[in-house]
């Protein structure tokens, strides 16, 4: 079934969220690889640094609360061992030097976050496009970055200053070569709810 807003999962944005977003992009500014489109870094490039960043502790709110919800009330040597041995729970920030081309770890999947950084969008906007012209936004990995992820997960900066989690895709998507650039890309309909990634935390 094609994903719906129901779907979606909407993350709120807090100060500690701004706080560190701002203070991990400035120091990544020095060290980052300037893409083509993503423009200067010395001028507007720290924004979609921080951006970036955003999505990926959207993501590390969801996956917490799910992770402390279940395993926060059994007596720490036995969650421990859960989280650990099992669930391989990691978030990982780099500075310095470039990831390996994804930003989480569950169990044995690695999970990589793509943050829409163009425009603040609605939900509508998402499922209907920029011109409300029926075309969905896409899940989008630019060709020139490292596609090692075994997941992919699309996020959004709503008008409202909250982000949107639409959704996952496993492995790379087709690669469009229409595109200017070409990017490895599909809408957000074909993504999967992330509610069904959940399972790899039980």
């Given at each position: 079934m094609p994903?719906?807003?129901k779907?979606?999962?909407i993350v709120e944005i807090t100060d500690e969220m701004l706080a560190f977003s701002k203070y991990v992009a400035k120091k990544r500014q020095l060290f980052e690889f300037e893409r083509k489109s993503y423009g200067n870094y010395d001028t507007r490039g720290i924004d979609k640094i921080k951006i970036g960043i955003l999505g990926e502790?959207?993501?590390?709110?969801?996956?917490?609360?799910?992770?402390?919800?279940?395993?926060?009330n059994i007596k720490s040597a036995e969650r421990n061992s859960i989280l650990h041995n099992k669930i391989k729970f990691s978030y990982t920030t780099t500075i310095?030097?470039?990831?390996k081309?994804?930003?989480?770890?569950?169990?044995?999947?690695?999970?990589?976050i793509k943050t829409y950084q163009t425009n603040k969008v609605t939900i509508s906007q998402i499922f209907n496009g920029l011109r409300n012209n029926r075309q969905p936004l896409s899940l989008f990995i630019d060709k020139n970055q490292s596609a090692n992820a075994?997941?992919?997960?699309?996020?959004?900066?709503?008008?409202?200053?909250?982000i949107c989690l639409a959704g996952f895709y496993e492995g790379v998507p087709p690669l469009q070569t229409w595109m200017p650039t070409p990017a490895y890309a599909c809408p957000v309909t074909d993504l999967k709810p992330l509610s069904k990634l959940l399972i790899l935390s039980d």
């Open positions: 994903l719906t807003p779907d979606l999962v502790l959207a993501f590390l709110e969801f996956i917490f609360n799910h992770l402390e919800k279940k395993y926060s310095g030097k470039f990831d081309g994804f930003d989480f770890a569950l169990k044995e999947k690695t999970i990589d075994d997941i992919y997960i699309q996020a959004f900066i709503l008008t409202d200053n909250r």
